[in-house]
């Protein structure tokens, strides 16, 4: 069973998408900020990562910026309502 984590600070986003996935047949695990999802994949590998970019204690960049330090290969998608241009690309 692939393994993903949903990284959103709302409860409702990170039921609405754990709802879908796990439908589909995946394992899901959230974190409720990028502090919190750094801390649980660094005891547990997942096979996608959803992250929202505004969070409290570490936002969605940061945490795919320090992520990327040890873990090259999880594709993560960058679930946010921004519309920024800088925000694309950054991400």
């Known amino acids: 069973m692939k393994k993903v984590l949903i990284v959103d600070d709302s409860e409702v986003v990170r039921n609405f998408h754990g709802s879908i996935l796990k439908s589909a047949g995946f394992s899901v ?3 409720i900020d990028g502090a919190d999802a750094l801390e649980k994949s660094l005891r547990k590998d997942f096979d996608i990562i959803l992250t929202d970019l505004n969070m409290p204690n570490m936002d969605g960049l ?3 910026r320090k992520y990327r330090e040890e873990n090259k290969d999880t594709p993560i998608i960058i679930i946010t309502t ?3 241009a800088l925000h694309r690309i950054k991400g």
Request: aromatic letters at 12%; charged letters at 35%; proline letters at 0%.
């Open 62 to 64: 940061t945490f795919v």
């Open 82 to 84: 921004q519309e920024e």
């Open 29 to 31: 695990e959230t974190a």
